[in-house]
């Protein structure tokens, strides 16, 4: 990535116009619909940096919020103790192993997938998710709330133990997403841009051999070729794309459209789009050809659970298949990492009766 796009994209991330010192930027809404020429300025330099970047520009009906950095928090209107709690939330977001060993169990953070502290478009932001929930999920089955939500976080991308349901933990991860979608309304009647992983259109075949090449070439500088990624002490740098340390099978960035998005839209870091839709498949391919913890919803019999949970999920992963590099099957393991349970207690259906 050039240098001037490097500025361009850390500008908006923080609300500053490049150029500028933070003193000099002027406040936004954070919500699309604004008005105000300020509010409309500053969307159209965010999509066209954006743009510039390789992304899509928004369709006409698309709803574009820039969520709002934490460092603005000071300057709001909210209670003081709020504020304490959503900085809090923050701090979990962005360093959530300091839960290591309790609600944590590999070497993730939330941050480790939705890059830009939970706030860039196109690497799954969530504040989406404090505006569109509760919803039905066809993954559990049922509606949904923010703290469901985040509780499956926990339970399949941190291989973990997600906080209870009402704990200070959990509030303070609830209200940072409150906090980042300040003024969206509920239930938007537009979709929203940038949201999730968009995946590019999967090609006719996907290789793992050029895969590996291209994660190898790529991306091991950053996540080894041990897939083992990058800690220092206690923190992570670069998080673990497979093994103990990387989230388990029931983790959603397991089905391979949704690694290939992420990884068009993300990486290598720092250079978005630089990979060819082939090469983000064929690395996303060859990333979940290799083993991790067991899906919390292992029955036992990984064939069983692939066929329980194939029409929801497990069709578009690799869990249950053969590897055609040494024909071992998948998932076909009692590992469950660093943790000595399979699924968390608190992770139950719902079905109001």
């Not at 609300?15 to 105000?36: F, K, L, M, N, Y």
């Not at 029409?311 to 040494?326: I, K, M, V």
Request: net charge negative; hydrophobic share 30%.
């Amino acid at each position: 990535m050039r240098e001037e796009d490097i500025r361009a994209v850390a500008a908006w991330l923080s609300r500053q116009d490049p150029g500028t010192s933070q003193e000099e930027s002027a406040p936004v809404s954070a919500a699309a619909g604004s008005t105000g020429a300020l509010a409309e300025q500053d969307t159209e330099q965010y999509v066209a940096t954006l743009t510039e970047l390789g992304f899509p520009a928004p369709e006409d009906n698309e709803l574009v919020h820039i969520p709002p950095t934490i460092d603005e928090l000071a300057d709001t209107d909210l209670h003081p103790e709020l504020k304490r709690v959503i900085r809090r939330g923050h701090d979990l977001f962005t360093n959530t192993q300091q839960l290591r060993g309790e609600n944590v169990f590999n070497a993730m953070n939330c941050s480790s997938c939705h890059l830009g502290d939970g706030r860039l478009p196109f690497s799954g932001p969530t504040w989406p998710a404090a505006v569109v929930l509760p919803d039905f999920r066809g993954k559990n089955d049922h509606v949904n709330n923010l703290e469901e939500r985040i509780a499956g976080c926990f339970t399949y991308s941190m291989n973990g133990k997600p906080p209870a349901y009402g704990s200070d933990d959990m509030l303070a991860l609830v209200a940072y997403h409150r906090w980042m979608a300040t003024g969206v309304p509920m239930y938007p009647a537009h979709p929203i841009y940038g949201r999730g992983y968009p995946a590019p259109e999967r090609p006719e075949e996907v290789s793992y051999e050029r895969g590996k090449e291209t994660f190898e070439a790529n991306c091991a500088v950053c996540h080894g070729e041990d897939g083992n990624g990058l800690q220092l002490d206690g923190r992570t740098v670069f998080p673990a794309p497979w093994g103990d340390l990387s989230n388990n099978w029931g983790a959603g960035i397991v089905r391979l459209f949704t690694a290939a998005g992420f990884i068009k839209s993300n990486m290598p870091l720092g250079q978005p789009n630089s990979l060819s839709d082939q090469e983000a498949w064929n690395v996303a391919y060859y990333l979940n050809s290799q083993e991790r913890p067991q899906d919390p919803r292992y029955t036992g019999d990984v064939a069983e659970t692939r066929e329980l949970y194939g029409p929801t999920f497990h069709q578009h992963s690799r869990y249950g298949q053969t590897r055609e590099t040494d024909g071992h099957v998948l998932g076909d393991h009692a590992n469950t990492g660093e943790k000595d349970f399979l699924k968390p207690d608190m992770i139950r259906p719902r079905d109001f009766e």
